[in-house]
Structures are given as C-alpha cells and as structure tokens.
C-alpha cells in the first residue's frame, strides 16, 4: 500500500505514477483476455461449429481467428491511455489510428462474409451449363462490393480526421452522373449483363430466338451477347437489347408439341375416314419419343377432307423432332398405299353442261 501511495505522489506530465500504473494493468490485462478468447474460447466454439450443418458459423469464426496480435495490441492500447491525461493533437491521432484499424478489420470480415456469400450461391448453382461468364460476374459482383466498402470505410476516415465529406460526398454524386451519362450506354449493357447472370434466361449453349434470329448461344460477356447462327456466321447482340426483346429458349422446353394436316380426297369411303386417326395413333405410339395425342377429321376443304394431328415428340434436340417426323412421315406414307387411302393436292373439278 505504501508502494501505491508513493506512486500517486509521483507526477510526471498530467499523470501521475499510480495513472501510469492503472493504465499498465488494463492494457496487460486486455491483451491477456483477448488472447485468452482468441486462443482458447474460439478454439473450442470451432470444435462445436464443427457439429453444425451450417459453414457460417465457421466462417464468423474463421474471421476472428484472422485477426492478427497487433490489433489486439493497438486496442489494449488504446482503451489502456483512455484515462490518462494526454495533449489533444495526441488523442486524436490515437482516436484516428484506432478508427482505421477497426475500419480496416471490419471491412476484411465483411469481405471474407461476401466471398463466402456468393461462394455458396456459385456451389449452390454449379451444374453443367456453369459457364466462365457465371464466375466472371460473380467475381465483378465481389470486386464491386468490395470497391463500395472501401469508399464507405475512406469517407468515415476523412470524417473524424476533421474534413468535411459532405462535398466531397456531393462532388462524387455529380460526377457520378455525369460518368453515368457519357456511359449510359455502356452501363446499361453492364446492368442488363447481370440480369441475364441473376435472371438467366439462357446460358451458353442454349438455342434461343431472338425475332426472326435463331442460333446457340457462344458467349456472355459484359456488353455483347454472341450467337452462333444456322448458317453459320456469328450474330453480335447487345445485352440492353436481349434483355428487352422477347427470347425463346428451345432448349428449356421438356418436349416440343407437333401440329399438323392430313388431308385426303373426297372418294375417300367413310369407313376409311373413320379408321384414319388409329391408323395415325399406331404409328405414332410405335415411334421412339413420339407420343400420340389427338387425331380428328376437322374440316371440308376446298381439294381435300383435313385431318389435324397433334403429338409430342420427348426431346428438346432438334434432330431429335426431325427423325421422329420423317419416321412417322414414311409410316404414314405407307399404311395409306397399302389401305387405299389417296393423299389430295389442290385439284378443281370443272362440270361442263352440253346444251344442244
């Protein structure tokens, strides 16, 4: 006690011997706790982590377990002197110091949170269509988070050092407008790159039609959108305009829908009429991938007795639709000869009356 009592008589600055004391236990005993929670208890909530379903809590975990002895000791530090006596200019490069050091760890922890955000959102939707565009927008996406998070983490910075952000806030605004506007549209090709990635209305070897342009799909990039047509030559598509025309995704579909017309002659007796549209099921059900729906008689043409036929054939390959129709096709072809059935093209019959 005597030892205490004599440190309290001893000055040196504003502080004195038992302040300096103070600040020498709370700045050990810090250190002391956080290595104790870095060390120890972390250790232990990462074995009972290791028990869950879930990753972020290893991840969260993971973060703290990044922080490096330094911080801890610069907060020891900093949280030790607090009830010292100090100049101003002191403190407040102390208070400073100590912001960009949370700042700086803050914006590491939210990263690594980021990257494992879309870390699962790619394994979550990795199969085979997972292009390098897919892994290009995603990393984009990162880089841009990222970007925002030191801009946010500079302007706070700035802030406690005494300088005014509001204009330098209003300044970025403006000039972002103006950036915005002599790339809108370049930005809008960008935006529409990630609302294909996000949307996905196709993926890269998909076979869409864009009006009255077919072909697969090639690449994604950032701006353009590249096709690769039926006759061979690459169609360039901008992404603003993909993403505000109507699409159709042949390769989306589970199995394509077949309609079409028979139409026979007008001698046809009505017992063969009738036993047309199980003529056409028979054959259609004996066909791979075909699948019979509906045969009727429908209508009295000008040249011929119409017959509508619809069917599915089970494969989104074009190739696929074409074999299952010359099949049916040739079938149908000869199940007619062979029962009679005359096949009518466009004919007139002209009646002549013979007057004396």
């Known amino acids: 006690m005597d030892f205490l009592e004599q440190l309290k008589i001893i000055s040196w600055g504003s502080n004195t011997g038992y302040d300096y004391l103070t600040a020498l236990v709370v700045f050990v005993a810090l250190v002391f706790l956080l290595k104790v929670f870095q060390a120890i208890i972390l250790s232990k909530l990462q074995k009972l982590a290791l028990k869950t379903a879930t990753e972020f809590d290893d991840i969260l975990i993971e973060i703290f377990k990044k922080v490096k002895p330094p911080f801890y000791f610069f907060v020891s530090i900093f949280f030790a002197i607090k009830s010292l006596i100090l100049p ?22 939210v990263e690594r949170i980021v990257d494992y955000i879309f870390r699962k959102y790619l394994e979550k939707n990795q199969d085979e ?9 995603i990393k984009l996406m990162q880089v841009l988070i990222k970007v925002i998070l030191w801009i946010f983490g500079l302007i706070l910075i700035l802030s406690n050092l005494g300088i005014n952000v509001t204009s330098l806030v209003a300044g970025m605004g403006i000039g972002g407008i103006a950036i915005a506007l002599a790339l809108q549209n370049v930005l809008g090709d960008l935006f529409s790159a990630f609302s294909i990635y996000i949307d996905k209305p196709f993926k890269v070897g998909d076979y869409i039609q864009i009006g009255t342009d077919r072909g697969m799909v090639e690449k ?49 007796s009505p017992e063969k009429l009738a036993a047309i549209p199980k003529i056409i099921k028979d054959i259609v059900d004996k066909v791979d991938l075909a699948e019979f729906d509906r045969c009727h008689f429908v209508e009295y043409k000008d040249s011929d007795l119409s017959f509508e036929v619809v069917m599915f054939i089970d ?6 639709y074409l074999a299952a129709r010359q099949e049916i096709n040739l079938e149908i072809y000869k199940k007619f000869a062979v029962e009679g059935i005359e096949f009518a093209y466009p004919t007139q019959t002209l009646f002549i009356n013979k007057s004396k």
Not at 88 to 109: G, M, S, T
Not at 129 to 137: C, I, L, N, R
Not at 315 to 320: A, G, I, N, Q, V
């Open 315 to 320: 494969s989104k390959e074009y190739t696929d």
């Open 88 to 109: 101003d200019l002191f403190n407040r490069a102390l208070l400073v110091l100590f912001i960009i050091v949370i700042v700086y760890e803050v914006i590491k922890a």
């Open 220 to 268: 994604i990039g950032m701006k353009t959108t590249r096709i690769r047509t039926l006759q061979g030559e690459q169609l360039v598509v901008s992404n603003q305009e993909l993403t505000s025309a109507r699409i159709q995704n042949f390769r989306r579909m589970e199995k394509r829908r077949v309609a079409f017309n028979l139409g026979v002659t007008y001698g046809t």
């Open 129 to 137: 269509d997972t292009d390098q565009h897919s892994e290009a927008m």
